[in-house]
């Protein structure tokens, strides 16, 4: 079989079960990279108690209670009915349970042991960890690892068991407490030094964001200096200084809630303002998209579980809801929130395409375009193309004579049939990026 090398640093992105242990063997069997590692316990589920002191993310997953829950129980079966869909053999996998089945036999610990876990960077990610407490022995924890590849060799240091592979790279600790840490030899050092009382560990603003959350999933991350790469129409999130939340549940309701610490109270005002009008936009746009529905049921009522308010200098959003519309839709949009602030996805300087509603007006020999509401676009870049239904179009808004596309802003293409299929194409100016606006279809389309 052939040897599996997986870096720390794509570790750090996997999850609980097969993707764990995957880790704990990329730790033990690659000398590069970042770390993994999952455990808040020690003072308690989810507490900071061992986390460096210049970290500036933590998150905290009650992994336990989200593996047993409907939730992702939910979530999983509808992820695998969508990728179903987009392909025409059987998938191996048919659940939720046989995907937790599959990974024991594979990894040989039962994922569902898997209790807690905590990620921690510092914003370079050179201290990075993961650290997690589990129902699984050590030995059985070390079996696993051995199994998929490298041999573990080990040294004891104040009650804890520091594991390395052949070659002498530290990547996994069994803490005195109970826990374990996957992480480099440098992480390994801080946070034994933070147990020793050598060092402090991580506190402040982002330790008391922290300490405010409670719930299955816990976050908080010092933004202030990270380029979130707002764009115009949540420009405001640029003087956003502390990003945390949580993921709770109470009976059958399950409910998202993000706190966004802005710069003063002003910069908050805007960012509760542009992000409502975002949502009004959207909701405007869903008739423009129906292929939305092939992946989100009712999107409108994901829209509707969304609220926005402001209190001070801080903007809260929630995303609230039963279990069926949380598993839905609602956890791709938690992970896509958590991975923007919390793991720096929010960081590409690519262009982003403007955001805009369009009214289409088909009189039965030409369609007139509408620019409703959104973003103001520049003509050059936005262009008519497809099927006139009596021939081909592929014409920008200035060749209309329009320059700068706005509330009101028209242009009426001629020679139209019922036959018609044309879209609205934004095009970047100089990187090639492009995206379809919106779209409309003649009724012999």
């Not at 100089?430 to 009724?443: F, K, Q, T």
């Amino acid at each position: 079989m052939a040897e599996r090398r997986v870096t720390r640093r794509t570790a750090l992105k996997t999850g609980a079960g097969a993707g764990l242990l995957t880790a704990l063997t990329g730790c033990l069997d690659s000398g590069s990279s970042s770390d993994n590692g999952d455990g808040p316990s020690g003072g308690g589920g989810g507490s900071v108690d061992v986390v460096p002191s210049n970290a500036s993310a933590v998150v905290s997953l009650d992994t336990g209670a989200l593996l047993d829950g409907e939730l992702v129980r939910r979530s999983f079966d509808r992820a695998l009915e969508l990728v179903q869909q987009q392909r025409s053999a059987e998938l191996p996998i048919e659940s939720y349970e046989q995907a937790l089945s599959m990974a024991e036999s594979e990894i040989g610990l039962d994922p569902r042991g898997l209790q807690w876990a905590q990620f921690f960077s510092d914003p370079s990610g050179s201290t990075a960890g993961l650290l997690f407490e589990a129902d699984w022995s050590e030995e059985e924890i070390v079996t696993a690892v051995e199994s998929e590849g490298p041999t573990l060799t080990s040294r004891s240091e104040s009650g804890h068991t520091i594991y390395a592979d052949e070659e002498g790279s530290e990547g996994m600790v069994a803490l005195a407490d109970g826990r374990f840490l996957l992480a480099e030899s440098a992480t390994i050092d801080s946070v034994l030094a933070v147990l020793a009382g050598d060092a402090e560990p991580v506190s402040g603003a982002l330790a008391d964001a922290y300490a405010d959350t409670a719930g299955m999933m816990r976050f908080a991350a010092d933004v202030s200096d990270a380029d979130l790469g707002g764009d115009e129409q949540l420009s405001a999130v640029d003087d956003a200084t502390m990003v945390s939340g949580s993921l709770t549940a109470s009976g059958d309701t399950r409910t998202f809630r993000m706190d966004v610490s802005m710069a003063d109270s002003d910069s908050a005002a805007r960012m509760a303002e542009q992000a409502n009008a975002a949502l009004t936009l959207a909701e405007g746009q869903l008739d423009q998209y129906p292929e939305v529905e092939q992946y989100i049921e009712n999107p409108e009522q994901h829209l509707d579980a969304v609220g926005v308010t402001q209190s001070g200098s801080t903007v809260t959003v929630t995303y609230g809801g039963s279990v069926d519309l949380v598993a839905e839709g609602g956890m791709l949009i938690l992970a896509a929130v958590v991975g923007s602030f919390v793991l720096g996805i929010g960081e590409s300087t690519a262009p982003v395409a403007p955001q805009a509603s369009f009214n289409w007006d088909y009189d039965g020999e030409s369609v007139t375009i509408t620019h409703q509401a959104g973003d103001v676009i520049d003509g050059p870049n936005l262009y008519v193309r497809g099927s006139t239904g009596n021939g081909t179009i592929d014409r920008s808004w200035a060749a209309y004579g329009v320059t700068e596309v706005s509330a009101g802003t028209s242009v009426t293409v001629e020679d139209v049939s019922d036959a018609y299929e044309l879209m609205l194409v934004w095009v970047g100016d100089s990187d090639g990026n492009s995206a379809v606006l919106s779209e409309n279809l003649g009724p012999d389309a």
